[in-house]
């Protein structure tokens, strides 16, 4: 049998995958990101019609244009605050992750401290964290301590659930194989919970960093006399729409970004998992 009547004659799904490994990285990305890109244009095609039509006043909706200017033109002004609330916002979500994670742990380990924290962790979610904000500006100053802090609970809930469902979600038989050939509750742990849990964890992280970043927003909102919180309030009261634009624009960024970021990490550090195959080879089979 000659080559050619070999790749004739393989099942639909081995040809498939073997037609999206040949595709390149650029490729891959341009047919990943070419539908978002396009709603993004429609959008702002919306946006810029809208204005020049003038349906609704300047001062309530400005033009993209006017946006662009208070962007470029007032760049170092935005940079500035843009720096304070992604340090607030990186600050906020690793302490987050980190005690989320040790706290998942425990949980799992323990059924008394799940019975005991779980309700608490459920009513302190649904408690509106801008309604308790102002407390945290009383106690701790107009710093960025009561940003961090604010920023560290909004994050927090997604972590611990997501990391509690990973390390319960292993399946039995693995940790019974584990025990019967000796292994210790460390090493079960290390060898086969945390990896396992994994996916499961960056699913939660990924919702927990942008949640930080409205978590620092609110923060500044509340008492502040820097970030882009305190950027949007000021514009807000002022009326300067095109600021305010500006403002929110470099924060929906600053939450892609982050995004982008954890999900490039789970990418290098979980290439194996399903959730990081291409859909079409997974489609195919």
């Not at 779980?118 to 979610?125: G, S």
Request: some cysteine; hydrophobic content about 55%; charged content about 10%.
């Amino acid at each position: 049998m000659t080559v050619s009547q070999s790749a004739t004659d393989a099942p639909p799904g081995r040809a498939a995958a073997g037609a999206v490994r040949r595709k390149g990285p650029l490729t891959r990305a341009a047919e990943r990101s070419w539908r978002p890109a396009a709603l993004l244009l429609a959008c702002s095609g919306v946006w810029w019609a809208v204005a020049a039509a003038e349906l609704v006043e300047p001062y309530l909706i400005p033009s993209p244009a006017a946006t662009f200017d208070v962007l470029t033109g007032k760049a170092d002004y935005l940079w500035q605050h843009t720096w304070v609330t992604t340090y607030e916002t990186l600050i906020g979500f690793a302490l987050a992750a980190a005690v989320g994670v040790l706290t998942a742990v425990i949980m799992v380990y323990s059924s008394t401290v799940e019975r005991t924290l779980y309700p608490i962790l459920l009513i302190a979610q649904v408690v509106p964290k801008i309604a308790i904000a102002p407390l945290f500006v009383v106690w701790l100053g107009f710093g960025v301590a009561p940003k961090i802090l604010i920023a560290v609970l909004i994050a927090f809930f997604p972590v611990v659930i997501s990391m509690v469902t990973g390390l319960k979600a292993v399946d039995p038989e693995m940790l019974q194989l584990s025990a019967t050939m000796g292994a210790s509750p460390w090493q079960t742990f290390v060898k086969i919970r945390f990896p396992a849990s994994l996916p499961y964890l960056f699913s939660g992280l990924k919702v927990a960093v942008t949640l930080a970043v409205t978590g620092a927003v609110v923060g500044e909102f509340v008492g502040a006399n820097e970030g882009l919180g305190y950027v949007i309030l000021q514009a807000n009261g002022n009326l300067d729409t095109p600021m305010l634009f500006a403002g929110l624009l470099v924060m929906s960024l600053i939450g892609v970004i982050l995004f982008a970021l954890v999900e490039a990490a789970e990418k290098l550090l979980l290439p194996w998992h399903a959730s990081r195959r291409d859909t079409s080879v997974t489609a195919a089979y």
